[in-house]
């Protein structure tokens, strides 16, 4: 009898373990202004000069609150390097897996926005700005410098300043859909890079996925430093003065880590 109840007790245990909820918020913008969150203009070249020109925001729609990001306002070009930054709530160890959630969606294009986690520390990422990116998730129609036009689908790292569209099973992916929210899964690898780390899934949901599909596989940490992951990151970008990209607006919402893969929702 002693040991059925241990038994009962044990497996009871066990249960509510397998039923805790694995997601660690980051953010979810529903607690007013923002609270530990760092913003910095790292190039700023408005000319004329314009203080601290990027939009970080919280913002309400239809009960909803998220940040909505922009380089500057409409109209005002040469923020080149509009950061913001937050500790993570706990650190991603180097070798373990985790997952990052996140809900995006475009306010408008054309624009230039990445996202994403850092394993720096703050005090470094004006200076590394783009390098301050380890996995990195990429939302842009600007051309490149070789020419090449972005359209807007979302993309992910495939070498260092080296980018691939997502895609939709045998399909490239089309481009997002502006106030569509999309739910995005990244599994992110951060083991060493030869025993097959530094590198992460990404699942997605939304627009024209509408289950969750995986839409890329194997997609590079940026600089691969193999260091605990502490921070996510945002940059957007209005390009040079002389041909600027566009200010248009992304906004995010629901920003949560989980060890393991973890392809749920937080919250359900």
């Not at 239809?62 to 909505?68: E, I, M, R, S, V």
């Amino acid at each position: 009898m002693v040991f059925k109840h241990v038994t009962l007790a044990f497996v009871a245990a066990g249960l509510t373990a397998c039923t805790q909820n694995p997601w660690v918020k980051i953010d979810d913008f529903e607690t007013g202004p923002l609270s530990g969150w760092v913003k910095i203009d790292a190039q700023n070249d408005t000319d004329p000069r314009i203080e601290n020109p990027q939009i970080s925001e919280i913002r309400t729609e239809a009960g909803n609150q998220f940040l909505l990001r922009k380089p500057a306002a409409d109209g005002i070009v040469g923020n080149r390097k509009a950061l913001i930054y937050k500790a993570l709530p706990r650190a991603i160890p180097a070798g373990d897996t985790y997952t990052f959630y996140s809900r995006v969606n475009v306010e408008a294009f054309p624009n230039n926005h990445a996202y994403g986690l850092t394993n720096i520390a703050q005090d470094n990422i004006a200076a590394e700005n783009y390098n301050a990116f380890e996995p990195m998730i990429r939302i842009t129609d600007k051309a490149e410098s070789n020419g090449d036009k972005n359209d807007g689908t979302l993309m992910v790292l495939s070498g260092y300043k080296q980018y691939a569209k997502i895609e939709n099973g045998d399909a490239p992916a089309r481009p997002m859909t502006p106030g569509t929210w999309y739910e995005i899964w990244a599994v992110i690898n951060n083991a060493p890079e030869a025993d097959g780390g530094q590198s992460y899934d990404l699942y997605i949901r939304g627009g024209e996925f509408a289950a969750q599909t995986k839409a890329y596989s194997g997609a590079t940490f940026r600089m691969k430093r193999g260091a605990p992951l502490t921070g996510f990151v945002a940059i957007t970008n209005t390009g040079p003065a002389k041909s600027p990209y566009g200010n248009g607006g992304v906004r995010y919402d629901n920003l949560y880590l989980a060890p393991g893969v973890q392809l749920t929702a937080p919250g359900g």
